[in-house]
């Protein structure tokens, strides 16, 4: 399902406008293929139940598969944004400094500790939001993380991503207590 | 009515019991520091298990520190894996589980099995019992088989999610009496307290769940406790057992403590002493009694053979059930 | 003992000094973790049962229950101002609230919550003092069938939220419905849709998919049109807490917004989004002001919805006050606090502990009051954050979205989910799809599967149980009057106008 969403809003960026629609809509009867096909595959024990695992999810596929052939018509007829709507054009830069910002934070998370990778998360996300004081919001992003990683820590014990800047500061309010 | 002073007086009288073991406990060799590894959220019974022993073992001075570690999901299918790869040889640390993984994994159709650790001590275990509303016509188990028997659907019983431990007894009971396993007519709710209102308000014929459950309701008149699945009549229980019913079904929910794969021979005999030790204080006999948790204490090659015999029995009647 | 003879014992509980600073670290606690998603109190109270080796049990339970409801209250905060659900059930807090916020009447919309909530609170807490007994006998005779009935009256309530166009909707809803199947089926232990990965088996958190599709949605799909677009924040339009227009309105909301929260909460399997739902669509349905739902956000929508998530935080207490059932995990949590005192939470819990639940009951009452006097004054401080620039409120808003899903489980899947849940977000956004009807989707949509399995299998296979049974005909016909009688009143209306313009 990720690939599909993905996929879509690439090419809802690139298309032309009543395409976007049409894409939309057949990413929906996409998704109602895949839900049918892996309702269909859901193993049914013969464990004594009068209504199965695969009814409602059957269902739940017909729905989207339904609704989304509605949508592929209505496309196709020439789409139901309006024209204001169908000209807006998105800011692709933007949203992809805040996208890399996401990734790169998935990535970042487990092996940078959790307030570094909300830094590099932050600072995309300023610069796609048009901001140029790059070290400023580096220290607000960073500030805010510290904040609430020791806020966890110390006050509910919850360990929410501990890294290199985590443990150093950990070290050093130990070092700090044990004079 | 408990008043406040009272409360005090008896904090006051645990904390002077704990004192007094102080020096008693000193003589074993301290861990510095326990790695306990839960793969259950916070509050569960097996998490409740391993801060009870953490209690524990710090009051008795064979611990310094405990950090506890919760990977919740799946009936610990979610944190079996981390376990045995992420703290692969790792002495000084415990994983605290028990038949719930067992179950979970056959069902789940993991690929990894809990024999894969090293097991240390099962601790502790809850028998499950079998109960009616007062009303029932089911006067005992045997009431309860014989409507079975004649339409097993008419007999809707209630319990937690499919596949756990009150399913497997159900479906124990089922065999027993000769009625196939898969046939019965079971009700799964998510959690204890829906399934228990269901049965208080005779949604349904019949109820399963951890003894414990039903106790207070059973004290207020509202339920009748048909069967108890232990072994032997348990004292101040007022239920017979399936077996004395004729009945050939015993089943604990029991919860113990593993190592991790690849520690060595010192670190498990020694983590198998520390548990040993721990589960023989009159400390951890006031936990098990305030929470209703039956003792059962085996430790090591014992506990093994146990737990290689568990998961066949296991396997087998989920298979009957059609889970595995 | 009495409602009254209790009550008095029990405020004598918990007016001592020492319980009125529990009680206030409980509240203050309560609404800190309340704001965070992904940290609900059943896992705060978790990781305090600790505490319980250390403090009397009446310090303990009034610590935990100034928790409970600080976190009903501190959920609202972060749905108004930052379109970021605390918890589950401030989901549909956030709809209206949040468009206040942006639209200058931040202060009115958390100055209605709070004082909804406090309204709610303290209604619902004189329930328990009062009603208890009979509300849990009224709430047992709800099984299977009936919850399946209440579950079909719910969905009507997605007419409120389904925009501008009934197929987008009802795509949104379908997707819900999907999403909320996924993980392992309850009622015969099988894998559906998870893909083989295991942290799938039990679902996926809806909190994870409302932050996903509200908070980092709105966020992309504001950077995506930030450059062109004229839509900024007004912090501040108007005076800071409620205008008397606005008290008007939320009265009504919030007596309502109680009574539906109550009782469903009081339902062991009613729980605290269904209030929210119907309160929603009742408001919508009754208001003077419908031009503003959706629009320019409606005081009404916030005050009702509100009222009921707070009100059905009451209600849970019922069962397990006067039966010892833990209807939710917050519930649950506080039973096993009782059992490390050694007290059996039970139907006689109130006759062998009176001075520990009465005590539990006064401390509800004063953590409102505690509550209520915390918010207000702060309200100012939190409009303020309003003013916070563009880029630096967008960019604060998912990391803290992140705190709240990766920092309490340190799932990379649920970082994932929420990120492409985020994308689909902001597609749904881009090409007119409503967000709400996802959320009333996943939530109900395994509700009403379950229920009506359970009560199939109950029934052997009867499917005319759902008629048959009083409580159950009677909801589902009130469920389809819901859908038929508007649309009967609207022809009426319309071939009135016909003649009307004929003569």
Redesign the interface.
């Known amino acids: 399902m990720t690939g599909d969403g993905g996929s879509n809003q690439r090419g809802a960026a690139d298309a032309a406008p009543a395409t976007g629609d049409l894409l939309v809509a057949l990413g929906v009867v996409g998704l109602a293929a895949v839900v049918l096909w892996q309702a269909w595959v859901i193993p049914v024990s013969p464990i004594y139940a009068k209504v199965g695992p695969t009814l409602v999810p059957i269902m739940a596929g017909l729905g989207l598969l339904v609704f989304g052939a509605a949508l592929v018509v209505s496309a196709l007829r020439g789409g139901w944004q309006t024209k204001d709507e169908k000209a807006i054009t998105p800011d692709r830069l933007a949203l992809g400094w805040v996208l890399g910002g996401l990734a790169l934070n998935v990535l970042t998370i487990g092996p940078l500790g959790f307030t570094l990778a909300s830094v590099l998360l932050f600072v995309c996300v300023t610069r796609g939001f048009g901001s140029r004081q790059l070290l400023r919001d580096a220290a607000i992003g960073g500030a805010f993380a510290l904040v609430a990683y020791l806020g966890f820590a110390k006050t509910l014990n919850i360990n929410i991503g501990a890294g290199l800047v985590e443990n150093g500061i950990e070290w050093l309010i130990a070092t700090v207590r044990g004079r | ?4 002073r009272h ?2 007086a008896g ?1 006051a009288g645990a904390g002077a019991l704990a004192a007094g073991l102080g020096p008693q406990a000193a003589q074993a060799q301290t861990v510095d520091l326990l790695k306990m590894f839960i793969p259950a ?3 569960g019974g097996w ?2 298990t391993g ?1 009870s022993i953490e ?1 524990v073992l710090r009051a008795t001075g064979a611990v310094n520190g405990v950090q506890i570690t919760n990977v ?3 009936g610990g ?2 944190g079996l ?1 981390q376990f045995l790869n992420n703290w692969r040889g790792q002495g000084n640390s415990l994983m605290v589980a028990g038949m719930v993984m067992v179950g979970s994994l056959i ?4 690929p990894l099995k809990i024999t894969q650790t090293v097991p240390i001590a099962r601790l502790t275990g809850e028998f499950l019992a079998l109960a009616v509303p007062t009303a029932s016509p089911f006067k005992d188990a045997k009431d309860f088989v014989a409507a079975l028997k004649a339409d ?3 007999v ?1 019983v209630a319990g937690g ?3 756990g431990s009150d399913h497997i007894m159900l479906g124990m009971i089922a065999k027993a009496a000769g009625v196939p396993a ?13 399934a ?3 049965l ?2 005779a ?2 014929a019949a109820g399963v769940s951890g003894y414990g459950e039903f ?3 059973v ?2 008149g ?1 339920l009748r406790v048909l069967a108890i699945s232990a072994d032997k009549r348990q004292d101040g229980i007022d239920a017979p057992t399936l077996k004395e019913q004729g009945i050939d079904v015993e089943l604990f929910n029991w919860r113990g403590v593993f190592a991790p794969p690849g520690v060595s021979d010192a670190d498990r005999a020694a983590m198998v002493a520390m548990i040993s030790k721990m589960a023989a204080t009159p400390q951890w006999a006031e936990v098990c ?4 948790w039956t003792q059962i204490t085996l430790a090591g090659d014992a506990y093994k053979t146990f737990l290689d015999a568990e998961v066949t029995r296991i396997e087998g009647i989920l298979k009957d ?3 595995a | 003992m009495d409602g009254i003879n209790g009550l008095i014992t029990g405020f004598g509980v918990a007016l001592t000094p020492m319980n009125l600073l529990w009680c206030l670290v409980g509240t203050t606690l309560g609404t800190a973790i309340g704001v965070l998603p992904g940290l609900g109190p059943a896992l705060t109270i978790a990781l305090l049962l600790p505490i319980t080796f250390k403090v009397e049990p009446q310090a303990a339970f009034i610590l935990f229950a100034g928790i409970y409801y600080g976190a009903m209250y501190g959920g609202s905060t972060t749905s108004i101002l930052l379109n970021t659900p605390g918890e589950s059930s401030s989901i549909v807090t956030s709809m209206e609230g949040n468009k206040m916020a942006r639209n200058g009447r931040a202060g009115a919309a958390l100055a209605t919550a709070a004082i909804g909530s406090f309204v709610a609170g303290t209604i619902g807490t004189l329930g328990i003092a009062f009603l208890a007994p009979v509300v849990v006998d009224w709430a047992l005779k709800f099984g299977p069938a009936e919850y399946f009935a209440l579950m079909i009256l719910a969905f009507t309530t997605v007419s409120a939220v389904l925009g501008s166009s009934a197929v987008r909707g009802l795509t949104a809803l379908f997707f819900g419905i999907w999403l909320g199947l996924i993980g392992i089926d309850l009622q015969t232990g099988q894998a559906r849709f998870t893909f083989g990965v295991q942290e799938l088996f039990d679902g996926i958190n809806v909190i994870v998919v409302a932050v996903g599709l509200f908070a980092v949605g709105e966020t992309l799909y504001n950077a995506a049109t930030y450059k062109n677009s004229e839509t900024k924040i007004t912090p501040l339009k108007g005076s800071l807490l409620m205008t008397k227009l606005e008290w008007k309105r939320s009265i009504g909301p919030w007596i309502r917004g109680t009574l539906f929260g109550f009782p469903i909460g009081a339902m062991p399997a009613g729980g605290a989004e269904i209030p929210t739902f119907l309160s929603y669509y009742t408001e919508k349905k009754l208001t003077k002001y419908p031009e503003e739902f959706g629009t320019t956000g409606a005081i009404e929508g916030v005050a009702g919805p509100e009222a009921a998530n707070n009100a059905s935080a009451a209600g849970v207490l019922v069962p397990m006050l006067t039966l010892g059932l833990p209807t939710s995990a917050t519930a649950a949590i506080m039973l096993s606090a009782f059992q490390s005192y050694g007290i059996n939470p039970g139907p006689l819990l109130l006759q062998t502990q009176p001075a520990l639940v009465w005590g539990l009951i006064a401390s509800l009452f004063i953590g409102n009051v505690m509550l209520l006097v915390l918010n207000l004054p702060l309200i100012g401080l939190w409009v303020k954050m309003l003013q916070i620039p563009a880029p630096l409120l967008y960019a604060g808003i998912l990391v803290f979205a992140t705190i709240g899903t990766y920092g309490i489980s340190q799932s990379y899947i649920d970082l994932i989910l929420l990120y492409v849940v985020g994308i689909i977000g902001y597609l749904m956004r881009r090409y007119d799809f409503p967000t709400a009807p996802v959320i009333i989707g996943m939530i109900l949509g395994p509700l009403a599967e379950q229920n009506f399995r359970q009560a199939m299998t109950i029934s052997a296979g009867d499917w005319t149980v759902f008629f048959t049974r009083p409580l159950s005909l009677t909801i589902i016909v009130i469920a389809v009057s819901l859908v038929i009688v508007p649309k009967i009143y609207s022809m009426a209306k319309e071939s009135q106008r016909r003649q009307s313009l004929a003569r």
């Open positions: 009515m408990i008043s406040r409360f005090v904090m959220a916070p509050g998490d409740q801060r209690a919740p999901g799946a299918a979610v894996p069902a789940n159709k993991s097993p659907t008419k809707p999610s499919a596949g898969a046939r019965v007519s079971y009700v799964a709710f998510a959690g204890g307290g829906p228990m209102a269901a208080l308000g949604q349904v106790a207070e309701q004290k207020a509202k009694k305030q929470r209703d059930l059609g889970l």
